[in-house]
């Protein structure tokens, strides 16, 4: 079956740091550019971060620049979302998606395949 599937996700205090993962199983990442989109509750989806296929360009959104990094391991066929300094505001379900060949960054329904998302909480 082919899919993506995140996990790392949780509940933090604010100031703290998770590490999102999204694995692929029944294909290769290596010509996908994946993207971590977050939606928070009543808001719309939006791009948080995004990474070439091969690893050389990285996007981020203003709100998390300098907090989140994007990364990639071809080894283990796996893209990793680091957030640090993490606030309130990222509390959101966040999710992968991944586009064949596509420039980042990419609208969220340009994709190919999606994973279901993992919670991310920050609180006190």
């Known amino acids: 079956q082919l899919q993506l599937v995140e996990s790392g996700g949780g509940l933090v205090q604010p100031g703290g740091s998770l590490r999102l993962s999204c694995a692929a199983s029944?294909?290769?990442?290596?010509?996908?550019?994946i993207g971590w989109f977050r939606q928070a509750p009543g808001k719309e989806r939006e791009g948080v971060s995004c990474?070439?296929?091969?690893?050389?360009?990285?996007n981020y959104a203003r709100s998390v620049k300098g907090r989140f990094t994007i990364s990639r391991d071809y080894a283990k066929n796996t893209v990793y979302l680091s957030m640090n300094s993490l606030k309130p505001e990222d509390t959101a379900i966040y999710s992968c998606?991944?586009?064949?060949?596509?420039?980042?960054?990419?609208?969220?329904?340009?994709?190919?395949?999606w994973g279901q998302g993992t919670q991310v909480t920050v609180s006190s």
């Open positions: 990474i070439s296929s091969s690893g050389l360009s990285t």
């Open positions: 998606a991944a586009a064949h060949e596509r420039l980042c960054p990419f609208l969220y329904g340009e994709a190919d395949y």
């Open positions: 029944g294909f290769s990442l290596d010509y996908y550019a």
